[in-house]
């Protein structure tokens, strides 16, 4: 395990997970890597409550950090249940709904992510479905426009789960590439080939998560050369 990846001169690298997809990429990574800001942010707060890191959950309404603490988890779920508060249960794979959010809100996800204390952003997405989709290329322009290092690792869907998935998830990419300075596009049916028939869902997401460590371990190592020149 890489425990160090800061030095005294360098700030902060923020690797954010978006969606329910990139939430799993980031639990894995958290399991590999020390000194980075890992945050997983979602608008499914059932999915949310089983991030490994900093979860932000974003609403119509607010965007508000999960607690991490199981007492004032259990807490709040109580309080909800008391005063009939719904859970935000993700977007249903609309992409249109992604966005808005993120564009409503993206203000404060800047802010209680922490961007402005980072060095270098790294946008971590599995595409296809509404939140990530959505939401990805949205962060990525906020970075941009602040003039923030950022570069994107995202997957495509598989075949089977259908054209407008597809569709979803390659539209996304296009939107994506306007704003970041590189990215990569990982391809999650590679795995499925490349491991024929002998293997479960969880080792492929497992194996497709070292890709995107390997990847991440990359672009640090870059930026730690370009920043000592
Ligand atoms: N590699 C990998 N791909 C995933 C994983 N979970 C989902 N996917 C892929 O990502 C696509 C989008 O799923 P999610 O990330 O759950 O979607 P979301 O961004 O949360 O969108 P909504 O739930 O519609 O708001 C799926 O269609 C799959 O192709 C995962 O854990 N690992
Ligand atoms: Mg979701």
New binding site residues.
Partial sequence: MIKNFKNKNQKQITIIG????????VNYLHNRMHNVNLISI???EQ?LHLAKTKAILVTDNNVTILPQNKVLVLLKFLTDKIFAIKQSL?????VN??RYLAEKHIEKIAKLSGFADSDKVILI?????????GATPVIAKYLKTSGLKNSAIV????PF?GQI?MNA?KSGVNELKKYVEDYDI?N?EQFMQDNANNITIKD??DN??ELFYTRILLRIRGSYVSDRR
């Fill in positions: 978006i969606g329910g997809g990139g939430q799993n990429i979602n608008s499914d999915i993700g977007c249903g794979g609309n709904r992604g997405s599995t595409f296809g479905g509404g939140f990530g989709t997957t495509i869907p598989f789960e998935r998830g990982i999650n492929l997401f497709v998560g």
